[in-house]
């Protein structure tokens, strides 16, 4: 996936923010609970079809809904950038 010819994961968006959120205390590698419960929520499985998904499952779910997010961020900058450079000047 590519924004401008640049894979888009390797891109930081200009009007991202850090928020400094934390979720706690994680195994390192593990998915965030909350991060893993909405990638739960957007492939419309509730907790026991989630549950009884293989491991790669998950995370093939979890990967798209990251990728989906981030997606997400970029259109919405691009929006911004696009509705500032209409503006009229002051």
Do not use: C
């Not at 390797?10 to 994680?26: A, K």
């Not at 990638?39 to 509730?46: K, L, S, T």
Request: net charge positive.
């Amino acid at each position: 996936m590519l924004r401008h010819g640049t894979r888009i994961e390797s891109l930081r968006s200009n009007s991202s923010v850090d928020t400094g959120i934390t979720y706690g205390i994680q195994l390192p590698g593990a998915v965030p609970f909350f991060e893993e419960y909405d990638a739960m929520i957007e492939a419309n499985y509730n907790q026991e079809q989630w549950n009884g998904l293989r491991p790669w499952q998950r995370a093939e779910a979890v990967a798209y809904f990251r990728v989906k997010r981030h997606i997400g961020l970029h259109e919405a900058e691009a929006l911004d950038t696009h509705f500032r450079s209409k503006r009229p000047k002051k």
